[in-house]
């Protein structure tokens, strides 16, 4: 049962006099609150939820740690039917914190360099024409460091070569 239960909402709306302010029972934990401690609930028949909203977060807390595979599920079928809106607030969340997901990236990445290594052929695989753009800009970008890079893989090779 959840707040949403608006077969459930019969706790009346009274008015208080010496708060001159309209209240409502809570259902779950049975306080007295001012009607803008409920959610709004437009099925419900004064509008509001059972319960407050203290209880309606705890409740809902609890639902999802009691339910992690239905939470995970709905998110997935929400994420499925909106492919937009996904894109759209990852978009703006990488926007908003685009230091923080940098340096979170490249933690990851100095603890897993195989992994790192892998998605990179994994993804010069699959978008090989966007992976050569994207290095002819940053080489067009960096051309000391492209030249430094370019300079250090040749010795390498060359060491390579000349160690067989
Ligand atoms: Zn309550």
Do not use: I
Request: glycine content about 4%; proline content about 6%; some cysteine.
């Amino acid at each position: 049962m959840t707040c949403r239960d608006s077969s459930m909402n019969e706790a009346p709306v009274v008015t208080v006099p010496e708060l001159d302010m309209p209240t409502k029972r809570c259902a779950e934990c049975g306080q007295s609150k001012p009607l803008d401690s409920f959610y709004l609930n437009r099925h419900a028949p004064d509008g509001k939820t059972r319960c407050c909203k203290d209880c309606s977060r705890r409740l809902a807390r609890q639902w999802q740690e009691a339910n992690p595979g239905r939470v995970r599920e709905n998110v997935r079928r929400w994420r499925a039917a909106n492919p937009e809106r996904v894109r759209e607030v990852r978009q703006r969340y990488l926007t908003l914190h685009r230091q923080e997901v940098r340096a979170r990236n490249a933690a990851w990445q100095a603890a897993h360099p195989e992994e790192t290594r892998e998605r990179g052929r994994r993804s010069y695989r699959a978008h090989p024409e966007r992976q050569r753009a994207a290095s002819r800009k940053w080489q067009a970008d960096h051309p000391e460091r492209a030249r430094e890079y370019k300079r250090r893989w040749v010795a390498k090779r060359r060491a390579a070569r000349d160690g067989q």
